[in-house]
Structure formats: C-alpha cells, structure tokens
C-alpha cells in the first residue's frame, strides 16, 4: 500500500479521524489556515510535520517523550520483544518483562511501594487506585471509606471515576452524572493565594490544613483516599508550598486515609528524580505513573503501592478482582525496562538537576514582558501565566482567551516552530514540559519564541 501524500491525509484526517480534546470547527474549510497539522517524524527534541517544517517540542509530546523522539534501542527493545511473545494478558500469568520492570520501578519507589500493578496508561492508574483504596479498607474492616479528596482544577484522567476525582467543572458537566463521593479542597496555586499572600510556607499550611477541614467535614471513617500531583498540572504548572505535603502526611496518618501521589506527568523524570514525590520529599501510599515509563515508544501505566495494602491479597483466595487487557504488555514492557536503562546509562536524572536551574533562569527572562504575570514549577516542568496587568493580576476573560490565547498566541508559537501548550483551564497558561535531554539551546530557543510571539500578542489586549 502507497504512503498517503499530504493532500491524501489532509482529506481523510477530516474526513474519518476524531482527534481528542480538539475543537473541529478549526479544521472546516479548505487553505493552509484550516489544515490539520500532521506529524510525521521526530528526531532528538525536534518533531517534523508533512511538510517538512521542525518545531521543537517543548511539550514532550504530552509530557511523555523524556529521552526525545528516534530512540533506537528503544524501538529496537519493541520489535525484538515483538518477535518474541507479542502478547499474553497478565491474568495469573506472568512474563519477564513485566516482572523485571516491576522490579526496576519498585527499586526507585520511595519507601515499602513495592508492589506495581501495570495498567494501560494514567487514567487507568488512577481508576485502579480508588478501586484498590475501597477494596483494601473493606479488608481491613472499614467498608464506610469509599470517598476521595482532590485539588481544585486538578486533572486525573477521563474515565468516569478519574474524571469525578477531576476538579475542572468545564471537563465534567457533559458527562454527569459521574461517580460520587469525590470533594475538593483549594489548590497551591501561590500567586493567587485567598490567604497568606506574602508567607509561602504559610499558605502551604493553610492549604494542607483544608484537606483535615474537608476530611472532618465527611467524617474520617468515610474517607478513603486523598490524590494529590507532585506539581499540580491544569492551572499552571503550581508546585508545593515548603512543608505542604508533610502536613498532608500528617493529617492522613491521623485519620487512616490512603495518600495517592498522582505522578502520571511528574513521574520519570521530570522533576529530577524518579519519582517526585523522592524529589518533594514525601511517602505516599500508593504512585500512580504512566507516560515517561516508555518515553511514549509504548503504551504503559503502573499503579506502585505500599506492601501494607497488597497484604490482604497476599494470602488464601483472596483477590483484586481488577485488570486491563493490555496493562503491562510484553512490547510495553520491554520497552518500559529499555528505557529505564537508558536513564541509568546516560545519567538523565542527572542532567535533569544539572540542566534545571538554567531553563527556570531562562523563561524567568519573560517576567519583564507587560503579558508574563508568573513562571513557576520545578525540574523541567513549567507554567507561564498571561495577564492583562501586572500589578492587579487581572486576567483574561473567556473571549479574551478564545481570541488571545488560543487565536494567537497558541497558533504563533506553532508557526514560530514551537510545540508547547495554551490552556485556561483555571487562568491562561502556557505550559512547557520539553525532553529530558534538552539543554540551555534549547531553553533558548524556547524563551525567543516566546518572546516574539507574547510581546505582540500584549498588544491584541
């Protein structure tokens, strides 16, 4: 079969595929203004589209691609793992690569998280690790606990029950009725504090202490588990406050409720550690991971939990009466255990820590430009929030987005040959979430074209 040619895929992109979290309409009509964009090869921290044009990929694909696109021995892990056993389910069966990567990731978990339990990607994750809260507390004598507590314009995932675990309302409401038993309470976001606007440390404590305000509120033997991000995503990349997750451990040692570190974006990597709750400095009782276990070269997720709550299915006919048919996938696995390799042989984290303080010093340049209210994250994870005045931190109105933010700016960087991120979920934002072998030329190439693009974009205000 003959490689469709451009105008082919153009055709048949509008013609049959449904893309995700994408708004059509923009691809109605006929002219370059109205094509799909079509990706075709990456190479290094650099994707290629069917026309030939490079754009750096600020964004790691969707904060996947940690070692960068072409990866040989990756692809080589997959085809050879392929031609080996292609598939078997892990349904009371076992095959080596999931046993050695199971192994490799519970050696970086923090603590007793010694027990993986593979899934197809995050939101699968995340929907495993209520199931497993619920199931274990009914084990151990406390069936009431069944809810969860999350952050304000958190994002977990789609499915009904990680969608209900969501904080974004705009995300939600097509799909109600969702799973109940899910409350929020605020989120870290520092440069918008309600309280303690000037004492980081103690707003992190005031943020934490509405997590206890929340749990006694629904009543400690009802709540199971509280999810929080390492870094929280939707909303502008908004890291901890100092001291944030240690009261949060606190509050959930005292009333028995489960801490699940959501790190299906800060997992791997990103935050310079394997994991980041290892880089925050915290112990979850359950890690729910995908994304960068494969560097995007295979679809993968893992839910890591603490021996204590594997031990109710560790003996008789017990059992977790859940699964995926292709969580923990032999060519995903494969290439799950090549990659994590590949981070030892090359020192990524490493260079992650190395490498870090120079792409914050390098967006922090932004803050001069009239449109750039804050930059703010960690390791190689960042939000820019866009304002309309500086000193008031007022923000855009929902028009102002739609013909701002994702009209111009999200489309200016695009043609400026950067892949990165627009969103207004919460305030607008520009998130970058780049390769994990980026290096200040890159940083640099970054931070010009964001320059060129939110210094004209200011004057469409």
Not at 253 to 279: H, K, P, Q
Not at 280 to 304: E, F, R, V
Not at 317 to 328: D, K, L, R
Not at 421 to 434: C, K, N, T, Y
Request: proline share 6%; charged share 25%; aromatic share 10%.
């Amino acid at each position: 079969m003959d490689a469709m040619d451009d105008s082919a895929l153009q055709r048949a992109a509008k013609d049959h595929l449904w893309l995700h979290f994408s708004q059509h309409g923009r691809y109605t009509g006929d002219g370059p203004d109205h094509d799909v964009p079509i990706m075709v090869r990456g190479e290094g921290v650099y994707l290629y589209d069917s026309k030939g044009k490079r754009y750096l990929d600020g964004l790691a694909g969707l904060f996947v691609s940690q070692l960068g696109h072409g990866r040989r021995e990756l692809a080589h892990a997959a085809a050879q793992q392929a031609g080996t056993l292609a598939f078997m389910p892990l349904w009371s069966y076992a095959h080596p690569p999931a046993i050695e990567l199971a192994e490799k990731v519970a050696s970086y978990a923090p603590g007793d998280l010694n027990r993986v339990f593979f899934t197809s990607g995050g939101g699968e994750a995340v929907e495993s690790a209520w199931k497993l809260a619920k199931d274990y507390f009914k084990r151990v004598g406390k069936p009431l606990k069944h809810k969860v507590i999350s952050r304000a314009i958190a994002y977990h995932g789609t499915t009904h029950g990680a969608l209900s675990i969501t904080g974004l309302p705009s995300l939600k409401q097509q799909f109600e009725p969702l799973v109940p038993s899910t409350f929020r309470v605020p989120n870290t976001n520092f440069y918008r504090a309600p309280v303690h606007e000037d004492d980081r440390e103690a707003f992190g404590r005031w943020a934490a202490d509405q997590i206890e305000v929340a749990i006694l509120d629904e009543g400690p033997d009802t709540v199971a588990a509280v999810f929080l991000e390492p870094v929280q995503n939707a909303g502008g990349c908004f890291p901890p406050p100092p001291g944030y997750f240690q009261r949060v451990r606190e509050i959930c040692d005292a009333y028995d409720v489960l801490l699940v570190s959501d790190e299906v974006i800060c997992a791997y990597g990103r935050l310079g550690e394997m994991f980041g709750a290892t880089a925050i400095g915290y112990q979850p009782d359950i890690i729910t991971s995908a994304k960068g276990l494969t560097s995007g070269y295979a679809p993968l997720g893992a839910m890591i939990v603490s021996d204590r709550l594997f031990e109710p299915f560790a003996s008789g006919s017990a059992m977790f009466a859940h699964g995926y048919t292709f969580g923990g996938h032999p060519v995903s696995t494969a290439v799950g255990l090549r990659n994590m390799q590949v981070f030892e042989e090359e020192r990524v984290l490493e260079g992650v820590r190395a490498n870090a303080p120079a792409m914050r010093r390098t967006l922090e340049r932004l803050l001069d430009l009239p449109i750039v209210g804050d930059v703010r994250g960690e390791g190689f994870f960042y939000g820019i929030e866009l304002v309309k005045d500086k000193a008031t931190k007022e923000s855009f109105t929902a028009e102002e987005c739609e013909r701002i933010l994702y009209g111009f700016v999200s489309k200016g960087l695009f043609e400026e040959g950067l892949y990165c991120r627009a969103d207004d979920r919460g305030d607008p934002v520009i998130q970058l979430s780049p390769p994990l072998v980026c290096t200040q030329e890159h940083f640099d190439e970054m931070e010009q074209i964001l320059r060129s693009v939110l210094d004209k974009a200011y004057a469409l205000i």
